[in-house]
């Protein structure tokens, strides 16, 4: 691998730890299995103390976790060894054109409307909401549940 190419990887994994995207593999498939029962104990985002942010701090939120899904993006289509189907990939995929303002919007009417699933991640409800009505396959190609 290119020297740049792993300076870049290397940014991309600190984007993703610092953004909580470590545990964003929520597909309900049997190659992540493992990783999202790891999940469920993971500390990420979720609704209760997403409801308590103000507008900037929910916007800094989604603005770190949609410049991840770019830097993927933007390295896979530059080096095409780096290309899976992650939560990234899909979150491209399903770009709907929608701005981070719109984004909050979607989340906070989720929450609102559901009280009783303030457990659920902001990701998961990203993944559920925005990402999945626009996509037909999930994370690693397997198929996606029909809820």
Not at 20 to 40: C, I, R
């Amino acid at each position: 691998m290119r020297t740049a190419t792993k300076v870049a990887v290397t940014m991309v994994c600190a984007l993703i730890i610092g953004t909580g995207l470590s545990g964003a593999v929520l597909a309900d498939s049997a190659p992540v299995a493992e990783a999202k029962a790891e999940l469920d104990e993971a500390k990420l985002l979720r609704g209760e103390l997403w409801k308590r942010l103000g507008r900037d701090e929910k916007l800094a939120y989604l603005w770190g976790v949609f410049t991840v899904v770019e830097v993927e993006r933007q390295l896979m289509a530059a080096e095409p060894s780096l290309t899976v189907e992650n939560f990234s990939a899909k979150a491209a995929e399903a770009e709907q054109g929608k701005t981070l303002e719109e984004l909050m919007e979607i989340i906070d009417g989720f929450y609102q409307e559901n009280p009783d699933k303030e457990d659920l991640s902001v990701i998961r409800v990203v993944w559920d909401v925005t990402i999945v009505p626009n996509i037909t396959t999930g994370i690693a190609g397997e198929p996606l549940d029909a809820e």
